[in-house]
């Protein structure tokens, strides 16, 4: 009992180091506890299908126990399992046409962040339904940076880690992403 209260006192990044570095499995059993229906519901964002996204989650975590020494800590745990399955399902709908089109995108419905500078303030604005349509039209990267900004609720400085460049580079691309979805959302409008 009382290994298992310190395994409850340890952060996920002392976890994930503990995993790293010695294989604990002890360690490994608590990350997924910590994280395994958050990573199932993000595989089911992608393809709808519980089985399916049930496979994928329990891939995501043999990946993560062969990866996890990449892990170094510059940004959270979560943020970096956030990143590790989403491009899992990204590449798993890439390798299977017929999963692809299957893919729907994830519910925004929590935004949650507000900036003052771009269009954040729109974002809030946007109906839930024509959101997840306007989500679905721009690219797989934009769909990632906007997820993680605002309904992972993950910093600038997280993002820079996650996608291996620098602030500046971070702040175009979501501003790009935004004006894409932002444009996608008003033609969906249009459209109805």
């Not at 340890?10 to 229906?37: C, H, I, M, P, Q």
Request: with cysteine; hydrophobic share 35%; aromatic share 10%.
């Amino acid at each position: 009992m009382k290994e298992k209260v310190d395994l409850l006192l340890l952060t996920d990044e002392e976890l994930a180091y503990g995993v790293g570095k010695d294989r604990n499995v002890k360690f490994f059993e608590e990350l997924y506890n910590r994280f395994s229906k958050r990573v199932y519901n993000k595989c089911l964002s992608f393809v709808k299908q519980p089985e399916m996204a049930e496979d994928l989650a329990h891939d995501v975590f043999l990946q993560l126990f062969v990866t996890i020494r990449q892990f170094k800590g510059k940004s959270k745990f979560s943020t970096w399992l956030y990143s590790l399955t989403y491009n899992y399902c990204v590449n798993h709908l890439n390798r299977d046409k017929n999963a692809k089109m299957l893919r729907e995108s994830s519910k925004v419905d929590e935004l949650s962040e507000i900036e003052d500078d771009d269009n954040d303030h729109l974002l809030w604005e946007l109906e839930s339904k024509k959101l997840d349509m306007a989500l679905q039209r721009v690219t797989y990267e934009e769909k990632m940076i906007l997820l993680l900004k605002y309904q992972d609720d993950t910093s600038i400085k997280e993002l820079q880690e996650v996608l291996g460049v620098g602030q500046s580079a971070v702040k175009m691309r979501l501003s790009r992403a935004k004006m894409n979805l932002l444009r996608s959302y008003k033609e969906i409008e249009n459209e109805y």
